[in-house]
């Protein structure tokens, strides 16, 4: 029997966070920037925000043993494995526009959200 606390695409087993070419570049760009080609970009899930849960988003130089590590471009992206139930199945962006740029998570899990995009319901 599945597990009903678990969002419908880490119970199908889709424990997966792509990655898009724009998030990579901008990625590649900011670590370059920080001078430390050892840096990945941590994305965590968190309690809090106006919806429930936030996204975090910082530069780490290490993995940990619970930690979930997806590449694309020569660019790292690491989540920890309970961030990861929350994640499963995402994307993450970087879009740019009118408006300002900023890196998106088009999250199938996510059942609300705030209007500024940093929180998500589950």
Not at 15 to 35: C, N, P, Q, W
Not at 44 to 52: A, D, F, I, L
């Amino acid at each position: 029997m599945p597990d009903t606390a678990l969002p419908a695409a880490a119970q199908e087993g889709a424990r997966v966070l792509t990655v898009s070419d724009s998030a990579a570049k901008r990625v590649a760009f900011l670590i370059e920037h920080e001078g430390d080609p050892a840096l990945m970009l941590r994305l965590t899930v968190s309690g809090g925000g106006c919806s429930g849960f936030q996204y975090g988003f910082a530069f780490d130089a290490t993995a940990n043993e619970d930690d979930h590590v997806f590449e694309k471009n020569g660019v790292k992206v690491v989540t920890d494995d309970v961030s990861l139930d929350l994640l499963a199945g995402s994307t993450l962006d970087y879009v740019e526009d009118l408006m300002g740029a900023a890196f998106q998570i088009k999250n199938p899990n996510a059942t609300a959200s705030c209007g500024c995009g940093n929180s998500f319901a589950a």
